[in-house]
Nanobody, 129 residues
Framework: HVQLVESGGGSVQAGESLTLTCAAS????????MGWFRQTPEKEREGVAT???????RSADSVKGRVTISFDTARNTLNLQMNNLKPEDTAIYYC?????WGGGYCITQNSRRFNEYGYWGQGTQVTVS
């Protein structure tokens, strides 16, 4: 049973940095896509950045150059380093996993295919003022 638990959210000032962490457990073999998504009451869920088990990463244009996604294999955590945060980055951030993953590329922008990520965390709030 795959479980994802996010942490690291909080309230920061514009221009500051934050690192989100997603602790993953319950899967033991095969390839995967994992990613960070965010949502506000006013907008539908959007992809922020994704990473596959082969090391391929993708990020949304709105955060390109400001975020780094990585997977710590020793700790089994997916991390999202966010720099130069802006008020429009305010949202609930969710970690998600597509496992097992058959290859190709991780869905990052097509919200109609977000359901391919079968596992989601509970979310962590990020507020930028």
């Amino acid at each position: 049973h795959v479980q994802l638990v996010e942490s690291g959210g909080g309230s920061v000032q514009a221009g500051e940095s934050l690192t989100l962490t997603c602790a993953a457990s319950g899967y033991t073999y095969g390839g995967f896509c994992m990613g960070w998504f965010r949502q506000t009451p006013e907008k539908e869920r959007e992809g922020v950045a994704t990473l596959d088990s082969s090391g391929g990463s993708r990020s949304a244009d709105s955060v390109k150059g400001r975020v780094t996604i990585s997977f710590d294999t020793a700790r089994n955590t997916l991390n999202l380093q966010m720099n130069n945060l802006k008020p429009e980055d305010t949202a609930i951030y969710y970690c998600a996993a597509h496992w097992p993953w058959g290859g190709g590329y991780c869905i990052t922008q097509n919200s109609r295919r977000f359901n391919e990520y079968g596992y989601w965390g509970q979310g962590t709030q990020v507020t930028v003022s």
